[in-house]
Each structure stands twice: as structure tokens, then as C-alpha cells.
Nanobody, 123 residues
């Protein structure tokens, strides 16, 4: 059974940090990413990474320089280190995966999704 399970969300103040984790199981995933959805808004791209090291990452402009995506293939884990958090980062964060090793910023390109973890940043 294919599963993506996020953890690490919580309530923090502006300027603080959080680290999200995503545990993948059931198959080997290639490109993986993080998306987020704020209340009343569409789900948007946050960051993505290919399977192999040195193989490239991509970030939304709104998080560049503050968020870092990484993965541990041996452990089937995906991470999102979020620093200098802002109230506008408040959202449910979703882990996503696809079979091809091509980064995409489009949510429709990802076949596998987790249930999400809530991140709330207070001002």
C-alpha cells in the first residue's frame, strides 16, 4: 500500500522555524515535493526535489532563501526545513510524489499525496 505521511507541523511565532517530515512507503518514488493550501485558496507549489543527490531542486519564489527541501532515500523520507516563518506561510502542507524523476510545480503531475500537516504562524 502506497502511503505518504506528513509530520512536524505546529503553531509557531513569526521568525521561528519548523521542520516537516514525510515518510514514504509502498514503493520507490522519484521526484517529490511539498505543496500547501491556505484557507480559501488553491493548493500551491512550495518546493520539489529529484530522487538523486545533486539532481536539482526548485522552490516557489515566496519561500526561496527561507525553506530547504531535502530527502533521505535510504529511509524513504522527505523533509522541508522552514526558517524565518511568516504569517502568510500558514497553511496545510502536503507531501507529494510522482514516478518520473522530473520536477514539476503542477499539482496535477503528482499521483501520490499525503493527508497534510497544519502549520500556523502567528504574528
Amino acid at each position: 500500500q502506497v502511503q505518504l505521511v506528513e509530520s512536524g507541523g505546529g503553531v509557531v511565532q513569526a521568525g521561528e522555524s519548523l521542520r516537516l517530515s514525510c515518510a514514504a512507503s509502498g514503493r520507490t518514488f522519484n521526484a517529490m515535493g511539498w505543496f500547501r493550501q491556505a484557507p480559501g485558496k488553491e493548493r500551491e507549489f512550495v518546493a520539489a526535489i529529484r530522487r538523486w543527490s545533486g539532481s536539482g531542486t526548485d522552490y516557489a519564489d515566496s519561500v526561496k532563501g527561507r525553506f530547504t527541501i531535502s530527502r533521505d532515500n535510504a529511509k524513504n523520507m522527505l523533509y522541508l526545513q522552514m526558517n524565518s516563518l511568516k504569517p502568510e506561510d500558514t497553511a496545510v502542507y502536503y507531501c507529494a510524489a510522482r514516478q518520473t524523476n522530473v520536477i514539476s510545480i503542477r499539482r496535477e503531475d503528482y499521483a501520490y499525496w499525503g493527508q497534510g500537516t497544519q502549520v500556523t504562524v502567528s504574528s
